[in-house]
């Protein structure tokens, strides 16, 4: 059997896109925009599936900064995930690429 190494609990209350997501004792919102029928109350899940992309970069470069002993400095990661022509879920289908990435390193 695999280690777990993450649980998500969503909870729909028939409140069209909009769900409550608690992931441990972290509580928030997913949704879907206005122009996909969804209220814009928060992220889309493919926000925070880009989200957790860029933040397990910022997190690993973090690690070996610390490892090799340099001096502090702040991370900026700019991601976008696309997805091929037509593939309208690209989760669910996993068909997924990342587009681009931008990271800055300010001293």
């Given at each position: 059997m695999p280690k777990i190494i993450a649980i998500a609990e969503v909870i729909n209350k028939n409140e069209n896109y909009t769900s409550n997501v608690r992931v441990n004792q972290h509580v928030s919102l997913s949704d879907e925009p206005l122009e996909k029928g969804g209220e814009d109350l928060g992220p889309a899940p493919g926000d925070y599936l880009c989200a957790a992309l860029a933040s397990c970069k910022a997190i690993t470069l973090r690690m070996y900064v610390q490892r090799?002993?340099?001096d502090p400095a702040t991370f900026y990661w700019l991601m976008t995930l696309g997805c091929k022509s037509g593939v309208h879920n690209p989760v669910s289908s996993?068909?997924?690429?990342?587009r681009k990435t931008h990271f800055t390193l300010f001293p």
């Open positions: 090799k002993k340099w996993a068909i997924f690429t990342i």
